[in-house]
Protein backbone atom coordinates (compact mmCIF):
# COMPACT_ATOMS: atom_id res chain seq x y z
CA UNK A 1 0.00 0.00 0.00
CA UNK A 2 2.66 2.51 0.68
CA UNK A 3 4.84 1.43 -2.11
CA UNK A 4 2.26 2.13 -4.41
CA UNK A 5 1.48 5.65 -2.65
CA UNK A 6 5.56 6.12 -2.87
CA UNK A 7 5.35 4.85 -6.84
CA UNK A 8 2.31 7.05 -7.59
CA UNK A 9 4.20 10.15 -5.83
CA UNK A 10 7.54 9.69 -7.48
CA UNK A 11 5.53 9.71 -10.89
CA UNK A 12 3.63 12.43 -10.93
CA UNK A 13 6.89 14.28 -9.74
CA UNK A 14 8.46 12.77 -12.71
CA UNK A 15 5.59 13.96 -14.91
CA UNK A 16 5.84 17.63 -13.64
CA UNK A 17 9.48 17.53 -13.97
CA UNK A 18 9.13 16.34 -17.26
CA UNK A 19 6.64 19.39 -17.82
CA UNK A 20 8.72 22.16 -16.69
CA UNK A 21 11.64 20.61 -19.13
CA UNK A 22 9.24 20.11 -22.34
CA UNK A 23 8.02 23.79 -20.98
CA UNK A 24 11.65 25.10 -21.20
CA UNK A 25 12.03 23.86 -24.29
CA UNK A 26 8.57 25.04 -26.09
CA UNK A 27 7.66 28.34 -24.36
CA UNK A 28 8.45 31.07 -26.47
CA UNK A 29 10.74 33.56 -24.28
CA UNK A 30 12.74 33.50 -21.17
CA UNK A 31 9.51 35.02 -19.22
CA UNK A 32 7.83 32.06 -20.22
CA UNK A 33 10.12 29.68 -19.80
CA UNK A 34 10.17 30.54 -16.28
CA UNK A 35 6.89 29.89 -15.59
CA UNK A 36 7.30 25.91 -16.56
CA UNK A 37 10.41 25.85 -14.43
CA UNK A 38 8.70 28.18 -11.42
CA UNK A 39 5.78 26.24 -10.64
CA UNK A 40 5.91 22.89 -12.56
CA UNK A 41 9.65 22.52 -11.29
CA UNK A 42 8.40 23.11 -7.64
CA UNK A 43 5.52 20.84 -7.63
CA UNK A 44 7.63 17.54 -9.00
CA UNK A 45 10.52 18.20 -6.49
CA UNK A 46 8.08 18.56 -3.88
CA UNK A 47 6.49 15.53 -4.83
CA UNK A 48 9.86 13.52 -4.81
CA UNK A 49 10.58 14.81 -1.20
CA UNK A 50 7.23 13.98 -0.12
CA UNK A 51 7.86 10.33 -1.79
CA UNK A 52 11.22 10.43 0.57
CA UNK A 53 10.00 11.09 3.67
CA UNK A 54 7.24 8.67 3.05
CA UNK A 55 9.25 5.85 2.07
CA UNK A 56 11.31 6.06 4.94
CA UNK A 57 8.72 6.41 7.26
CA UNK A 58 11.61 8.07 9.70
CA UNK A 59 11.32 11.62 11.65
CA UNK A 60 15.01 12.58 10.89
CA UNK A 61 14.34 11.94 6.89
CA UNK A 62 10.88 13.19 7.20
CA UNK A 63 12.20 16.19 8.86
CA UNK A 64 15.25 17.27 6.20
CA UNK A 65 12.76 16.13 3.43
CA UNK A 66 9.78 18.68 4.54
CA UNK A 67 12.25 21.73 5.47
CA UNK A 68 14.03 21.09 2.08
CA UNK A 69 10.53 21.28 0.65
CA UNK A 70 9.55 23.91 2.68
CA UNK A 71 12.81 26.34 1.26
CA UNK A 72 12.44 25.04 -2.38
CA UNK A 73 8.81 26.71 -2.01
CA UNK A 74 10.09 29.63 -0.34
CA UNK A 75 13.01 30.31 -2.73
CA UNK A 76 12.02 29.40 -5.89
CA UNK A 77 9.79 32.51 -6.73
CA UNK A 78 12.68 34.54 -5.16
CA UNK A 79 14.95 32.72 -7.71
CA UNK A 80 12.54 33.61 -10.82
CA UNK A 81 11.97 37.22 -9.60
CA UNK A 82 15.81 37.92 -9.82
CA UNK A 83 16.28 36.19 -12.97
CA UNK A 84 13.64 37.94 -14.56
CA UNK A 85 14.90 41.53 -13.12
CA UNK A 86 17.96 40.90 -14.33
CA UNK A 87 16.79 39.78 -17.99
CA UNK A 88 14.93 42.45 -18.14
CA UNK A 89 17.13 45.24 -17.05
CA UNK A 90 19.60 43.48 -19.55
CA UNK A 91 17.32 43.76 -22.63
CA UNK A 92 16.36 40.03 -23.12
CA UNK A 93 13.16 40.91 -25.65
CA UNK A 94 10.00 39.67 -24.59
CA UNK A 95 8.31 37.17 -27.61
CA UNK A 96 5.98 38.95 -30.40
CA UNK A 97 3.17 37.48 -28.76
CA UNK A 98 3.59 39.61 -25.60
CA UNK A 99 0.46 41.38 -25.34
CA UNK A 100 0.96 44.26 -23.27
CA UNK A 101 4.35 45.79 -21.23
CA UNK A 102 3.34 47.81 -18.62
CA UNK A 103 7.10 47.20 -17.63
CA UNK A 104 8.34 49.20 -20.46
CA UNK A 105 10.25 52.35 -20.27
CA UNK A 106 9.89 52.46 -16.56
CA UNK A 107 13.19 51.25 -15.71
CA UNK A 108 15.57 54.10 -14.99
CA UNK A 109 19.41 54.43 -15.56
CA UNK A 110 19.88 53.52 -12.05
CA UNK A 111 17.74 49.98 -12.28
CA UNK A 112 15.73 52.32 -9.98
CA UNK A 113 12.18 51.72 -10.65
CA UNK A 114 9.37 54.24 -11.36
CA UNK A 115 5.58 52.96 -10.17
CA UNK A 116 2.59 53.87 -12.21
CA UNK A 117 -0.68 55.08 -11.19
CA UNK A 118 -3.00 52.61 -10.57
CA UNK A 119 -6.05 52.38 -8.44
CA UNK A 120 -6.76 49.84 -6.09
CA UNK A 121 -9.42 46.98 -6.97
CA UNK A 122 -11.93 47.52 -4.09
CA UNK A 123 -12.61 44.53 -1.89
CA UNK A 124 -15.86 43.04 -1.72
CA UNK A 125 -15.29 42.39 1.25
CA UNK A 126 -14.57 45.81 3.46
CA UNK A 127 -17.37 48.04 3.56
CA UNK B 1 4.67 36.41 20.59
CA UNK B 2 4.50 35.75 24.26
CA UNK B 3 1.72 33.79 24.35
CA UNK B 4 4.03 31.22 22.36
CA UNK B 5 7.18 31.95 24.44
CA UNK B 6 4.72 30.35 26.82
CA UNK B 7 3.83 27.52 24.65
CA UNK B 8 7.41 26.97 24.03
CA UNK B 9 8.40 27.29 28.08
CA UNK B 10 5.38 25.02 29.30
CA UNK B 11 6.61 22.74 26.50
CA UNK B 12 10.11 21.96 27.64
CA UNK B 13 8.32 20.88 31.41
CA UNK B 14 6.48 18.67 29.51
CA UNK B 15 9.29 16.75 28.10
CA UNK B 16 11.41 17.25 31.54
CA UNK B 17 8.41 15.84 33.19
CA UNK B 18 7.80 12.57 31.05
CA UNK B 19 11.71 12.46 30.50
CA UNK B 20 11.91 11.66 26.51
CA UNK B 21 13.34 14.66 24.64
CA UNK B 22 12.69 13.33 21.11
CA UNK B 23 10.69 15.50 18.76
CA UNK B 24 7.22 13.66 18.80
CA UNK B 25 7.36 14.21 22.53
CA UNK B 26 8.12 17.87 21.72
CA UNK B 27 4.81 17.94 19.36
CA UNK B 28 2.54 15.99 21.31
CA UNK B 29 3.55 18.36 24.33
CA UNK B 30 3.71 21.72 22.19
CA UNK B 31 -0.38 20.47 20.85
CA UNK B 32 -1.12 19.71 24.84
CA UNK B 33 0.07 22.95 26.08
CA UNK B 34 -1.81 25.14 23.55
CA UNK B 35 -4.71 23.66 24.47
CA UNK B 36 -4.13 24.71 27.82
CA UNK B 37 -3.21 28.25 26.68
CA UNK B 38 -6.60 28.13 24.75
CA UNK B 39 -8.01 27.90 28.29
CA UNK B 40 -6.48 30.40 29.51
CA UNK B 41 -6.69 32.57 26.53
CA UNK B 42 -8.71 35.43 28.89
CA UNK B 43 -5.69 36.13 30.70
CA UNK B 44 -3.85 38.03 27.51
CA UNK B 45 -4.01 41.36 26.30
CA UNK B 46 -5.25 41.69 22.76
CA UNK B 47 -1.64 41.66 21.14
CA UNK B 48 -0.65 37.91 22.35
CA UNK B 49 -3.95 36.89 21.75
CA UNK B 50 -3.31 36.73 18.17
CA UNK B 51 -1.11 34.09 18.67
CA UNK B 52 -4.42 31.65 18.99
CA UNK B 53 -6.11 33.05 16.12
CA UNK B 54 -2.73 33.11 13.68
CA UNK B 55 -2.37 28.72 14.92
CA UNK B 56 -5.49 28.42 12.87
CA UNK B 57 -4.66 30.98 9.83
CA UNK B 58 -1.03 29.96 9.61
CA UNK B 59 -1.90 26.27 8.68
CA UNK B 60 -4.53 27.43 6.22
CA UNK B 61 -2.33 29.88 4.35
CA UNK B 62 -0.04 26.59 3.79
CA UNK B 63 -2.63 24.61 2.73
CA UNK B 64 -3.66 27.70 0.48
CA UNK B 65 -0.21 27.84 -0.96
CA UNK B 66 0.15 24.29 -1.63
CA UNK B 67 -3.16 24.14 -3.25
CA UNK B 68 -2.22 27.17 -5.57
CA UNK B 69 1.08 25.21 -6.40
CA UNK B 70 -0.71 21.93 -7.75
CA UNK B 71 -3.50 24.26 -9.83
CA UNK B 72 -0.84 26.37 -11.33
CA UNK B 73 1.18 23.26 -12.44
CA UNK B 74 -1.81 22.07 -13.59
CA UNK B 75 -2.30 25.27 -15.74
CA UNK B 76 1.84 25.23 -16.85
CA UNK B 77 1.33 21.48 -17.86
CA UNK B 78 -1.81 21.82 -19.84
CA UNK B 79 -0.30 24.74 -21.85
CA UNK B 80 3.20 23.18 -22.44
CA UNK B 81 1.57 20.13 -23.85
CA UNK B 82 -1.41 20.85 -25.57
CA UNK B 83 -0.34 20.93 -29.11
CA UNK B 84 -0.69 24.80 -29.86
CA UNK B 85 0.69 27.21 -27.70
CA UNK B 86 -2.28 29.27 -26.68
CA UNK B 87 -0.63 31.71 -24.40
CA UNK B 88 -1.14 35.49 -24.32
CA UNK B 89 2.11 36.73 -22.33
CA UNK B 90 1.80 40.12 -20.66
CA UNK B 91 3.44 42.32 -18.23
CA UNK B 92 1.25 44.34 -15.76
CA UNK B 93 1.43 46.58 -13.04
CA UNK B 94 -0.19 45.36 -9.94
CA UNK B 95 -0.96 48.05 -7.64
CA UNK B 96 0.18 46.84 -4.09
CA UNK B 97 -1.55 47.40 -0.69
CA UNK B 98 0.11 45.61 1.30
CA UNK B 99 3.06 47.84 2.74
CA UNK B 100 5.99 45.76 4.94
CA UNK B 101 8.42 44.00 3.55
CA UNK B 102 7.17 40.46 4.90
CA UNK B 103 3.86 40.82 3.46
CA UNK B 104 5.26 42.58 -0.33
CA UNK B 105 8.03 38.99 -0.06
CA UNK B 106 4.97 36.73 0.92
CA UNK B 107 2.79 38.28 -1.51
CA UNK B 108 5.37 38.10 -4.43
CA UNK B 109 6.13 34.43 -3.58
CA UNK B 110 2.20 33.69 -3.34
CA UNK B 111 1.77 35.39 -6.75
CA UNK B 112 5.09 33.24 -8.60
CA UNK B 113 3.10 30.60 -7.33
CA UNK B 114 -0.62 30.96 -8.30
CA UNK B 115 -1.44 30.11 -11.76
CA UNK B 116 -0.15 31.68 -14.90
CA UNK B 117 1.57 34.60 -13.26
CA UNK B 118 4.96 35.60 -12.60
CA UNK B 119 6.50 38.61 -10.00
CA UNK B 120 9.16 40.34 -11.59
CA UNK B 121 10.14 43.55 -9.59
CA UNK B 122 8.80 45.95 -7.20
CA UNK B 123 8.86 49.22 -8.06
CA UNK B 124 11.38 51.48 -5.88
CA UNK B 125 8.41 53.20 -4.13
CA UNK B 126 6.64 49.69 -2.93
CA UNK B 127 3.82 51.14 -4.94
CA UNK B 128 3.81 48.50 -7.78
CA UNK B 129 4.42 45.20 -8.61
CA UNK B 130 5.61 44.22 -11.88
CA UNK B 131 4.08 40.90 -12.96
CA UNK B 132 4.43 38.05 -16.08
CA UNK B 133 1.66 36.99 -17.01
CA UNK B 134 1.09 34.05 -18.81
CA UNK B 135 -2.41 34.28 -19.73
CA UNK B 136 -3.12 38.08 -19.96
CA UNK B 137 -6.66 38.22 -21.71
CA UNK B 138 -7.85 40.87 -19.21
CA UNK B 139 -5.04 42.25 -16.74
CA UNK B 140 -7.86 43.83 -15.35
CA UNK B 141 -9.34 40.52 -14.30
CA UNK B 142 -6.00 39.26 -13.13
CA UNK B 143 -5.48 42.26 -10.87
CA UNK B 144 -9.02 41.95 -9.45
CA UNK B 145 -8.51 38.26 -8.73
CA UNK B 146 -5.04 38.76 -7.20
CA UNK B 147 -6.42 41.12 -4.95
CA UNK B 148 -9.31 39.11 -3.73
CA UNK B 149 -8.10 35.99 -2.98
CA UNK B 150 -4.12 36.10 -2.50
CA UNK B 151 -3.37 39.56 -0.98
CA UNK B 152 -6.60 39.12 1.26
CA UNK B 153 -4.99 35.53 2.54
CA UNK B 154 -1.44 37.72 2.95
CA UNK B 155 -3.38 40.39 4.83
CA UNK B 156 -4.96 37.67 6.91
CA UNK B 157 -2.02 36.26 8.50
CA UNK B 158 0.31 39.59 8.50
CA UNK B 159 -2.02 41.93 10.58
Not at chain 1, 6 to 19: C, R
Not at chain 1, 20 to 37: E, K, Q
Not at chain 2, 23 to 52: E, H, K, Q, T, W
Request: charged letters at 15%.
Amino acid sequence: MIELLVYALVALGIFFLLVAAIGVVRMPDLYNRMHATSKAGTLGVGLILVAVAVFYQELSVAARALSALAFIILTAPVAAHALGRASYLSGVKPCEDTYIDELAGHYQKNHKLESVDKTTPSSPTES
Amino acid sequence: MRAFVYNVVLTVFWMLVTESFTLSNFLVGFALCFLILLLARPLFDAPSRRYFTLAWKLPRFGALMLWEIVLSSLRVAQAVLSPRLSIKPGFIAYPLTVKSDLEITLLANLITLTPGTLSLDVSTDRKVLYVHGMFVDDPQAVIQSTHDSLEKAVLEVTR
